[in-house]
């Protein structure tokens, strides 16, 4: 009974401050985007060539994300492929439903449009489709209290027809709402342009419109804003939002928001928008920041689930010593004769004060008394521990 209490405290405590507090674990969790998933995701899709829709290459691209999903462990039941046609052409969205815990009726939809017109469309939208991925790779043993809807929305280039039919056909069912809506995220073009600078990223604000939901929209936005700050190293700007798959929800008063690159490419709908001219980097920091406001829009759960998951990560025997420390930290992998390795130090707004790379023994006598997190990474494997430096 008290333990509840305590939980539901935290909970309110968390609510109270605007749900926009830095959580650590939500942070643990944007760090688990790895450079190395993001960057095969975009060449895979960069290997199925022209994905018109309705073409095979299509229906490849769209078996791909599904097996995806199956690998990291989704069921064949939460998948689900939603056939639409549009004068003689024919093609699918793949759904992908993870239940929530508290609102299982209520659904946070991350979204982003897999077909391509003239390219391979590596940034628009293999870019998107990357990080939606990553996101249900990571998040799929995380409770989470609403329910999350990851959506690969086909015929996007003729003119929003995948959505469109989603929403018209789905949500909608004989003009009556069949799902309940809490935002829809989406992502689309956020490659950005390799040797450029892309620090920043856009989140799409509903300027236009049907009216009545534009004043929540700029709230999600914000949040968007917030968390991206919180959880990744981008900066953010706010641009209209405008012709991508969110637009036939707002048409229908949903909440809307959404990623945008901030540097415009132009080889979109080219054959030169491929791997070599976009930037996996900012598709990787946007992952970061996809993977934190996922967490806050679907109120995914604050604790570390001791689970199957965490038991079998091979670095949960490491030893970090002495907690709290004052001079050296000591580390000791589970398998001694592994050499390479690195170790971070960051504070309690996420930055990185210390980066060193095999060594044992780190001197932290520079840093200031206060709780860090230390983060061991050993190949794809990481570890986060709460160090305490104390003098
Ligand atoms: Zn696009």
Known sequence: MKRIATLLCTSLLIQGLGAQTFIQVYKNRAD?????????????????????????????????????????????????????????????????????????????????????????????????????????????????????????????????????????????????????????????????????????????????????????????????????????????AVDPAEATDYIPFEQKGEVITGFFEKIRSNYPHSSSDTFANMDPVYVYNIGKATVGALQHFATASITTPVNREAAKNPLETAKIYPNPASSILHIELPNSKETHFSFEMKNLMGRSVLKVDNETQINVSNLENGVYVGVLTVGEQTLSKNILIER
């Open 32 to 236: 688990m985007v790895s450079q190395a998933n993001i960057t095969a995701n975009l060449q895979e899709f960069a290997s199925y060539g022209v994905k018109t829709t309705g073409s095979q290459a299509n229906t490849n691209t769209l078996n791909w994300i599904k097996n995806k999903y199956l690998s990291y462990g989704y069921t064949a039941s939460q998948i689900v492929e939603s056939p639409f046609t549009f004068g003689s052409t024919s093609s699918k969205n793949l759904i992908i439903t993870k239940t929530g815990t508290l609102y299982p009726n209520k659904y946070v939809i991350i979204c982003g449009h897999f077909d391509t017109i003239y390219g391979p469309g590596v940034n628009d939208n293999g870019s998107g489709t990357s990080i939606i991925l990553e996101a249900a790779r990571i998040l799929k043993d995380v409770p989470t209290e609403y329910s999350i809807k990851f959506i690969h929305f086909s015929g996007e280039e003729q003119g929003l027809r995948g959505s469109s039919h989603y929403v018209n056909n789905v949500v909608y069912q004989g003009g009556v709402r069949k799902l309940d809506i809490k935002l829809v995220f989406n992502l689309d073009q956020v490659g950005g342009v390799r040797g450029n600078n892309n620090n920043t990223v856009y989140c799409d604000e509903d300027q236009g419109g049907v009216s009545s939901n534009n004043a929540a929209s700029a709230a999600v936005t914000q949040q968007l804003r917030n968390c991206t700050a919180l959880y990744s190293p981008l900066q953010t």
